[in-house]
């Protein structure tokens, strides 16, 4: 392929609910300008629709793949190993590219060929208000990506370009079923050269409806996905921090259980959360367990 031609990458379960938002996404992708496009569409998981699966397919423009479990970390490992151009992105199935994103991005890697990656701004798009991803002195997260990281998520979904020799298949192999943006940008600020641009290029949608991040699996999978984030080679104090927040992704687990009054899940996540950094602040919540001990 020519050095224009730019992968993305999109994983989608192609349910019916789902199907104008797809078809908008793919459509903000066709729409790049100034670059040869080739979707990789990943279609994740026993709910997809026949009929809109028999279109994407049928549509040369694209390469399709059809997963049958729903596993969007396998998803994203399947679209990399599908990637043989030089350059790569991915876009979440209801968000969109902003015109001449991609170009944007491609521009920035080729003046400055010492950067892995670029990543840009985003605008976040809820049902009455937009707002940008991040805003304020850009060179500071990218003098210290990694830890700005601890601070706030910089990695959104579609806001990124990647170059393919130098951000392999083992970026994506381990990722967990969720905050998997947390964990790539981990990954980035920890082995690459970061490039990063204040202007937005990607529409975030943080209401769709039937989102994974708005599910309980999502709300009660943190714990585990944080867990993932301290296999990953990383500073001691950066480890540190993760420990803080896996403690408080358990406390929020023994919260939720012991309001579901299942007492062996809740204390099981407390003990978990009592572990580690700042573990003390949490030993408040054991006036909870007593209290519902002595209820009737």
């Known amino acids: 392929m020519d050095q224009q031609t730019i992968s993305v990458i999109i994983p989608t379960k192609a349910h019916p609910s789902r199907r104008a938002l797809l078809r908008r996404a793919i459509d903000s992708v066709l729409a790049q300008e100034d670059v040869r496009v080739v979707p990789i569409v990943v ?3 026993p709910e997809r629709d026949p009929e ?6 049928a549509d040369r423009r694209f390469r399709v ?3 049958e479990n729903a596993d ?3 998803a994203l490992r399947t679209g990399r190993e599908m990637v043989d151009s030089k350059w790569f992105a991915e876009l979440d199935d209801d968000d969109v590219l902003m015109p001449r994103a991609l170009i944007s991005r491609l521009d920035a890697l080729e003046k400055q060929p010492e950067f892995d990656l670029v990543v840009t701004n985003g605008v976040m798009r809820g049902s009455d208000s937009d707002k940008l991803n991040f805003d304020g002195d850009v060179s500071a997260i990218e003098a210290d990506p990694l830890r700005a990281m601890l601070r706030q998520n910089w990695l959104l979904p579609g806001s990124w370009l990647c170059r393919s020799d130098t951000v ?3 970026f994506f192999t381990g990722i967990p079923r969720f905050r998997e943006c947390t964990y790539l940008g981990l990954q980035f600020a920890s082995r690459l050269r970061i490039k990063f641009l204040d202007c937005p290029t990607v529409v975030y949608h943080t209401d769709t409806p039937h989102s994974e991040s708005k599910s309980q699996a999502y709300f009660l999978g943190v714990a585990d996905a944080t867990r993932r984030m301290l296999e990953l080679r ?4 950066v480890l540190d921090h993760i420990r803080r927040w896996l403690g ?6 023994a919260h939720y259980y012991l309001h579901e009054k299942d007492l062996t899940k809740a204390w099981g996540w407390y003990r978990q959360s009592l572990r580690g950094p700042g573990g003390w602040r949490r030993s408040l919540l054991a006036r909870r367990f007593a209290y519902a001990l002595l209820r009737p």
């Open 65 to 67: 793949v059809t997963l």
């Open 168 to 170: 392999g298949i083992e």
């Open 248 to 253: 408080d992704a358990c406390s929020t687990n």
């Open 234 to 237: 990383l500073p001691p104090d």
């Open 43 to 45: 279609i994740n998981g």
């Open 72 to 74: 969007l970390p396998a």
């Open 52 to 57: 809109l699966r028999s279109e994407i397919i």
